[in-house]
C-alpha cells in the first residue's frame, strides 16, 4: 500500500499519542472485561507502543476470541492494522466497534475515512452524518464536515467522468480520474477505469500500472490480470504476457479467457524460444521455419510479424542467402527504416552478393542511428575496403565464383579457366601475351582462395598479393603478384596448393 499513499513510520510515530488520549477519553468505561481479557490488551498496548506490531496484534486477537463483544479489542486491533497497511482487515474490525457502540464517533469517522478511500461514497456519506448527530468532539465534527464536503465533491466530480468517458473523451476523463484518485485512492473501479483510458490514449505503460494496482488492491482481479496479459501481448512481451496469464489462472484455474489466451501465448513463447535456440546453434534453416510457424500461430499482431521477418532476414543473412535476405529485409525496412539490426543483416547480403555500394550505405544509414554500435564501425569498414577493392582485381570474379563458394567449386572454375586461357593455347604473341596476363590472374586467384587465411584478408577487403597491403613484418610471408615465368611447368590440373618460390621485384 506504501505507493498508495501511506507513510506507515509516520503513523506509527503517532500511535503512542493516540493510545493515550484514548485511554483518557474512556478511561473508566466498563467494556466487561474480565481479568484475561484486561491482560492481552494491556500487553497488546505496550507493544504497540514500543512498535511491535506484530506482537500487538496477537494479543488483540486473543482479547477478541476471549471477549467478542469488546469493542475496545476490535478497535485497538483495527489500530494496528491501520499501521500495518491493512485497511482491508481493518475495516470489518470498525464496524464491529460501531455495532456494538453506534456513538463510538472516532470509529465511525475511521470507518468513514475508509469508506472514502475506497471510493465507497455513499456508505461513506452516510458515517459522516452520523458523526455529527451524536455529540462529537469539536475536531471531529470539523473532520466530518470536512469529508462530506469532499464526499459531495467526488460524487459529482464521478458523474461528470463517466459522462466523458461515454463521449470517448478519454484525455478529459483520465484528468478527472486523477483528482478523484487522490482521494479514493483505494477504489478498484476507478482505477480500472483510468486504465482503459490510457489504453485508448495508447499509453499501455500507465494502463498496466494502473491495473497491477487493482490486482492488489482486490485479491480475485482475474479480469486485471487478463487485460495486463493481453497488453503486454500486444506489445510484444510473451514472456511477461505470460507470466501474467499464470497469476490469473493461479486464482482460478477454470477461467475460460485466462486459460484460452495462456494456451495461445505459451504455444508461441514456445517458439520463438526454440527458434531463438536454433539461432543460437547457427541452425539457420530450422530456425526460419520456426518462425514462419510464428507468423502463422499470430497473423493478427502486427508486432510479432515484423519481429518473425526480422528474425528471417537475419537468419537469411547468416545461411548466406543474399537475394532472399535483401527481400525479406527490405520489406521490413518498409515499415522500421532505421532499423539497426536489419540493415546491418541487409548490409552483410549486399556484400554477399556484391553490391558495395549498397552495403556501404546500408552502414552508413545504422551508423547515423547507433554511432556506438562496434559491429557497425567494422562492418562499414569492411564494406568501404570491399568497394574500393571491387574497383581493382576481384579474384571471385576472375574464377566466375560467388563469395560463398565452397573450395572445390573454386578449383574446378580454376581449371575450366587455366585450361582456357593458358598461354600454350595462343600463337599470335598479342594474344600469348594476354592470355599471360590472364594466366597470372587466374592462378593467383586460385591461391589466394583456397588459402584460408588469404581468402579471410581478401574477404576482409585486402589483398593479400598487392604490395601496397604488406606494411612491416618478415619479408618471407608476403605474397608479390608474380610473372608468368614463375608458374611455366605448373600443372593446373594438379590438385597440391601453390607453394611458389620467387623473388622480390
Known sequence: MESLGFNYNKILS?????????????????CGKNGEVENHLELGKKLLAAGQLADALSHFHAAVDEDPKNYMAYYRRATVYLAMGKSKSALPDLSSVVELKPDFTSARLQRGNLLLKQGKLD???????????????????ADARTQLIKCDQMQRLLVQT??????????????????????????????????????????????????????????????AFYKISTIYYKLGDHEMSLNEIRECLKLDPDHKQCFSHYKQVKKLNKQIMSAEELIGEEKY???????????????????????????????????????????????VLKSDPHNVNVLKDRAEAYLLDEQYHEAVRDYETAQEHNE????????????????????????YKILGVKRN?????????????????????????????????????????????????????????????????????????????????????????????????????
Not at 503517532?14 to 466498563?30: A, C, M, S, T
Not at 477504489?187 to 482503459?196: K, S
Not at 510479424?305 to 543474399?322: G, I, W
Not at 584460408?452 to 619479408?475: A, I, T, V
Open 14 to 30: 503517532y500511535i503512542p499519542f493516540v493510545l493515550v488520549l484514548l485511554d483518557l477519553q474512556y478511561e473508566g468505561v466498563q
Open 123 to 141: 456508505e461513506a456519506e452516510e458515517d459522516f452524518k452520523k458523526v455529527l448527530k451524536s455529540s462529537p468532539s469539536a475536531k471531529e465534527e
Open 162 to 223: 463517466h459522462r466523458e468517458f461515454n463521449n470517448e473523451d478519454y484525455k478529459t476523463a483520465t484528468a478527472q480520474l486523477d483528482t478523484l484518485l487522490e482521494t479514493c485512492v483505494w477504489d478498484v473501479t476507478l482505477r480500472e477505469l483510468r486504465a482503459e483510458c490510457y489504453i485508448q490514449l495508447g499509453e499501455l505503460g500507465k494502463a498496466i500500472s494502473d491495473l497491477k494496482a487493482a490486482t492488489k488492491l482486490k485479491n480475485d482481479n482475474t479480469a
Open 285 to 331: 534453416t530450422d530456425a526460419i521455419s520456426k518462425y514462419e510457424s510464428v507468423m502463422k500461430t499470430e497473423p493478427n499482431v502486427p508486432y510479432y510479424t515484423m519481429q518473425a521477418k526480422e528474425r528471417v532476414c537475419h537468419c537469411l543473412s547468416k545461411n548466406q542467402q543474399a537475394h532472399e535476405a535483401i527481400e525479406t529485409c527490405t520489406e
Open 372 to 395: 556506438s554500435d562496434p559491429q557497425v564501425k567494422e562492418g562499414l569498414e569492411r564494406a568501404q575496403r570491399l568497394l574500393k577493392q571491387s574497383q581493382k582485381r576481384d579474384y
Open 405 to 505: 563458394a565452397q573450395k572445390k567449386e573454386i578449383i574446378k572454375a580454376y581449371r575450366k579457366q587455366a585450361q582456357q586461357w593458358h598461354p600454350d593455347n595462343f600463337q599470335d604473341e598479342e594474344e600469348k601475351k594476354k592470355a599471360e596476363q590472364k594466366f597470372i590472374d587466374i592462378a593467383s586467384a586460385k591461391e589466394v582462395l583456397t588459402d584460408p587465411e588469404m581468402r579471410r584478408k581478401f574477404d576482409e577487403g585486402q589483398d593479400p598479393l598487392d604490395p601496397e597491403n604488406q606494411q612491416g613484418g618478415d619479408n618471407g610471408g608476403h605474397h608479390f603478384h608474380r610473372g608468368w615465368n614463375s608458374w611455366q611447368g605448373f600443372n593446373p590440373f594438379g590438385s597440391g596448393s601453390f607453394n611458389f618460390k620467387f623473388q622480390h621485384n
